[in-house]
């Protein structure tokens, strides 16, 4: 694990989707680029109004343009 106070990177990226659920994948990654964590989360987007699930498919459609190899890193 990191010190405290050492900087580490977090990158994230899409792994897709499955059923109703938004997958993304995490990488924390120490200061000598040691892969020191992993995990991933499901994420699930609702209706503002009905609080009803939307499908995935229905928000890829609509914004087709936007890249799902999108990453970041914090420093």
Do not use: C, M
């Not at 792994?15 to 499901?42: A, C, H, M, P």
Request: net charge positive; hydrophobic share 35%.
């Amino acid at each position: 694990l990191p010190k405290w106070k050492e900087s580490f990177k977090l990158r994230t990226w899409s792994k897709g989707t499955k059923s109703l659920f938004w997958r993304r994948d995490y990488q924390v990654i120490d200061s000598s680029d040691n892969v020191i964590g992993r995990s991933t989360s499901e994420w699930i987007v609702a209706d503002i109004n009905d609080h009803r699930p939307i499908r995935p498919s229905t928000l890829i459609n609509a914004f087709s343009d936007i890249s799902s190899k999108a990453s970041f890193s914090i420093a």
